[in-house]
């Protein structure tokens, strides 16, 4: 402990608060943090995520303070300030990916729920405009189609 008149330093209560694990009441009075994911803030690595019941900004998106500890089991996490509970994890998907879970997956190039239907024919909705220059890769003009 340092000579600062008995108190902690902030590092000191970091470890003193890293060390502490969670009782029940703690984790039930926790808010919770879904889609959640470890990034680092300022030097520092935060929580962010999808908080639900959280006592000072209700729900929504927030970036924790910084996180002193994660569960092994990543059930929970402890912050300088508060514990709480962990959800399900943030997974990076892609938007194809995302409209293949909606969707469901494209068999072949022409079918899928986003394909065009069978009597589907492409057509020029500008007949009348003229088509820009076109040239090869030296310069040279091409016909037009």
Same mark, same amino acid.
């Given at each position: 402990m340092t000579q600062n008149k008995g108190r902690l330093s902030a590092e000191e209560w970091d470890l003193f608060v890293a060390r502490i694990e969670p009782t029940d009441i703690d984790l039930m009075a926790a808010p919770v943090l879904d889609d959640w994911r470890v990034m680092h803030r300022r030097g520092v690595p935060c929580a962010f995520g999808r908080v639900?019941?959280?006592p000072q900004h209700g729900t929504g998106h927030l970036t924790t303070s910084e996180v002193l500890r994660i569960a092994d089991d990543e059930s929970w996490?402890?912050?300088r300030n508060r514990f709480y509970r962990l959800?399900?994890?943030y997974v990076h998907r892609t938007t194809q990916e995302i409209? %293949?879970?909606v969707m469901g997956e494209r068999t072949s190039e022409r079918s899928g729920p986003w394909a065009p239907h069978p009597g589907f024919q492409a057509r020029d909705h500008f007949p009348d405009l003229p088509l820009p220059?076109? %040239?090869d890769d030296q310069g040279n003009?091409?016909?037009?189609?």
């Open positions: 639900t019941d959280h996490l402890r912050t959800g399900r994890r409209a %293949e879970q220059p076109m %040239e003009s091409l016909p037009q189609p």
